[in-house]
């Protein structure tokens, strides 16, 4: 399905003569359409703005895009389709119930968490934001900063195959740092929230 939705898309790219940026006007819908059904890998749309765009300026395009959908689903799911997102998804969310857990413990982190790592679909990450207690501005900068994560990570791997001899170092060093500051900043929240439970049942 993923090599179908690249050569669909590179056709179309060339049949529209879209170059630059404008290419998100292609990969946005087909974000949202990842970010709601899942057939395909966000990774593809990844390498395909990273082979179009080149490395720097496909990675923002790819976050663009994954925010994008990430925001419109959420919103779908939890203001105007929330019926239908139950009886279609929430089954499947049974063998995810430790993550719906977690989500409602850790909030925007298990977001940014859930985002980085491919332990789960992306519409069903948008579904169980959309169903937890979780503020709009916080699933906003979790569902930002989660996309910047994970699109960083993939980048890095796609990179390495669309591009076998540009030195990555800069880029694998810089995403190290950042997810050592990441760590830094949850690590003190928690530790703050660990405190607070303490100081609620002393």
């Known amino acids: 399905m993923s090599e179908w939705i690249e050569q669909w898309t590179s056709w179309l790219i060339d049949a529209t003569q879209l170059g630059g940026f404008s290419i998100l006007i292609i990969t946005i819908p087909l974000a949202l359409l990842q970010g709601t059904i899942g057939i395909f890998p966000f990774a593809t749309i990844v390498m ?11 990675l923002i395009a790819s976050w663009i895009a994954g925010t994008a959908a990430g925001m419109i689903v959420y919103l779908l799911c939890g203001y105007l389709f929330a019926d239908w997102f139950n009886r ?40 169980m934001s959309a169903i937890s207690n979780m503020k709009l501005s916080s699933y906003t900068w979790s569902n930002m900063v989660g996309n910047l994560s994970g699109i960083w990570l993939y980048g890095i791997l796609s990179a390495s195959v669309v591009f076998p001899d540009t030195d990555l170092r800069k880029l694998i060093f810089s995403y190290i740092i950042f997810l050592v500051a990441l760590t830094v900043i949850f690590w003190f929240r928690n530790r703050n929230m660990i405190k607070h439970d303490r100081s609620m049942t002393a």
Not at 48 to 58: E, K, N, P, Y
Not at 110 to 116: D, N, Y
């Open 48 to 58: 395909l703005h990273i082979s179009v765009l080149g490395i720097a300026d496909g």
């Open 88 to 127: 279609k998804w929430l089954h499947k969310l049974q063998k995810y119930e430790k993550w719906q857990r977690g989500l409602e413990r850790y909030g925007v982190w298990a977001v940014i968490f859930l985002r980085t790592l491919p332990i789960m679909p992306n519409n069903l990450i948008s579904f």
